[in-house]
T-cell receptor
Framework: GAVVSQHPSRVICKSGTSVKIECRSL??????MFWYRQFPKQSLMLMAT?????????EQGVEKDKFLINHASLTLSTLTVTSAHPEDSSFYIC?????????????FGSGTRLTVV | AQKITQTQPGMFVQEKEAVTLDCTYD???????LFWYKQPSSGEMIFLIY??????QNATEGRYSLNFQKARKSANLVISASQLGDSAMYFC???????????FGTGTRLLVSP
């Protein structure tokens, strides 16, 4: 089945530093990937839609200069949290679909738990 | 705007019994899709079942079935013969066909007891 690999699974960084999170589709090509953020005991909130070869589309209220998204190939999208602060601590998760959504749903990565200290 | 509502923050069920998790939605679009995902404590999101707005029959996948009532705008998940491994958060989500992105409900935490 379709697999999306997300790395790292956990990261702790110092305030002011940047962190890069990778999302890879292992056995399919994904022209579009999605990045979500989830606070503890809350739902997933879509941050941005990552499009291969073009600029990402950010949801309202998401700072594009804070959360840099690069979708350089059909199998890799990266999310960089720049100048991270404690309020950026959260669970970040990506998703993609290998084909028809109604057949496969969206496949999610295993998520990245970011802690900024 | 799309909206998904899950009114049950938590549900309890005994092993081997059936349980229904509620989901209502709001959209002005005619074409849309409804999803259910399971999120164990590890954090991964597991796709369970999909229902298209034009599907006349309720979707089923093994022990999961979706009770789709279009006029009421509800898409409840029914889990039959609950197992201990079913304990997790369950999210209902909707996608408008033209946009691809998912909008999630607030989730229901299901606990299955022996």
């Amino acid at each position: 089945g379709a697999v999306v690999s997300q790395h790292p699974s956990r990261v702790i960084c110092k305030s002011g530093t940047s962190v890069k999170i990778e999302c890879r589709s292992l056995d399919f090509q994904a022209t579009t990937m999605f990045w979500y953020r989830q606070f503890p005991k809350q739902s997933l909130m879509l941050m941005a839609t990552s499009n291969e070869g073009s600029k990402a589309t950010y949801e309202q209220g998401v700072e594009k200069d804070k959360f840099l998204i690069n979708h350089a190939s059909l199998t890799l999208s990266t999310l960089t949290v720049t100048s991270a602060h404690p309020e950026d601590s959260s669970f970040y998760i990506c998703s993609a679909t290998p084909g028809q959504v109604m057949d496969y749903g969206y496949t999610f990565g295993s998520g990245t738990r970011l802690t900024v200290v | 705007a799309q909206k998904i509502t899950q009114t049950q923050p938590g549900m309890f069920v005994q092993e081997k019994e059936a349980v229904t998790l509620d989901c209502t939605y709001d959209t002005s679009d005619q074409s849309y899709g409804l999803f259910w995902y399971k999120q164990p404590s590890s954090g991964e999101m597991i796709f369970l079942i999909y229902q298209g707005s034009y599907d006349e029959q309720n979707a089923t996948e093994g022990r999961y079935s979706l009770n789709f009532q279009k006029a009421r705008k509800s898409a409840n998940l029914v889990i039959s013969a609950s197992q201990l491994g079913d304990s997790a958060m369950y999210f209902c989500a909707m996608m408008n066909t033209g946009f691809q992105k998912l909008v999630f409900g607030t989730g229901t935490r299901l606990l299955v007891s022996p």
